[in-house]
């Protein structure tokens, strides 16, 4: 008697399953899947965004190997998601083990390190635009000091900075709270233990914390760079690629020269290598620091 019943319930959760599955699959496809082919299909012609085009072949891609310019920009971004990956890091990790520390406001602490989270990278790159252009050689002005009298932003040199610490401020919260997710799962009776054979400070941290933590340096150091590497939104409202194309990522030289540039085409076969570029570095961060969790 009551496996006709059993068998209906069933039904009727596949059913709604189903009806919530399909949809979302389908706005998938149309907003994800159907212009990444299309996108794919774009980079083997010469297609400049409107009017007719005709199919290249692998011409484009031959030549973003030999275009200074694509060159320039990936050794940028490399450096850039390097240097702000790494600094991010260390500083959230930082901030997690005060953080996880005994004080009675660390709850209201957390709250605030999170706030940069909120906020949108335009919002907050046209803020930091203001602050360096503006706030920061004002004062640099009245201490006297040259270094601080221009903008950052201005400065082929030293523009790149001033976007690290933007990108790093803002990225930093969300690690921090990954890093005290993992710092709350090491038992306390493991630092107890540790402790009686002399593990404290440096030697705590190095034997028992970072080991057990390892699996979440894993998801942020992954995930720091994939982002870094597609940084696009502090750029566009910081720099635009500029001075003289010093602080040009590759996403907003795709974004500029594809759509504005007439290089569809052509940037398109630049996107679908920056694709397969982010996944390999992807892939290799996931074996090599799964490879340091099962040694640690």
């Not at 602490?109 to 949108?120: K, S, T």
Request: one cysteine or more.
């Amino acid at each position: 008697m009551n496996r006709p019943l059993q068998s209906s319930r069933i039904d009727r959760k596949n059913r709604t399953f189903l009806a919530i599955l399909i949809p979302i699959m389908a706005l998938f496809f149309l907003f994800n899947t159907l212009p990444l082919l299309q996108g794919f299909s774009y980079s083997f012609t010469n297609f400049r965004g409107f009017g007719s085009y005709n199919f290249v072949g692998l011409r484009n891609f031959v030549n973003l190997f030999q275009d200074g310019r694509i060159g320039h920009s990936y050794q940028f971004t490399f450096l850039f998601a390097v240097v702000t990956t790494i600094l991010v890091n260390v500083l959230s990790l930082i901030l997690a083990l005060g953080l996880n520390a005994k004080i009675r406001i660390k709850s209201t602490l957390r709250g605030i390190y999170f706030i940069p989270a909120v906020l949108g990278g335009l919002v907050v790159g046209y803020i930091f635009n203001f602050f360096f252009t503006y706030i920061l050689p004002t004062l640099g002005k009245t201490l006297g000091s040259t270094a601080l009298g221009s903008s950052l932003l201005s400065n082929p040199k030293l523009a790149w900075i001033a976007i690290v610490v933007v990108v790093a401020w803002q990225a930093i919260a969300m690690n921090t709270i990954i890093y005290i997710s993992g710092l709350q799962t090491v038992p306390q009776d493991v630092y107890e233990a540790g402790a009686l054979d002399g593990a404290t400070g440096w030697k705590q941290f190095q034997n028992l914390t970072l080991p057990l933590i390892m699996p979440f340096v894993t998801i942020n150091m992954v995930l720091c760079m994939k982002n870094f590497l597609m940084v696009f939104d502090q750029i566009m409202s910081l720099t635009q690629g500029g001075p003289a194309q010093s602080t040009e990522p590759i996403s907003y030289l795709i974004y500029n020269n594809g759509l504005g540039g007439g290089q569809f085409g052509y940037q398109s076969a630049n996107a679908v290598l920056f694709f397969v570029v982010i996944v390999a570095i992807s892939v290799f961060q996931l074996k090599f620091l799964g490879d340091r969790e099962e040694q640690l």
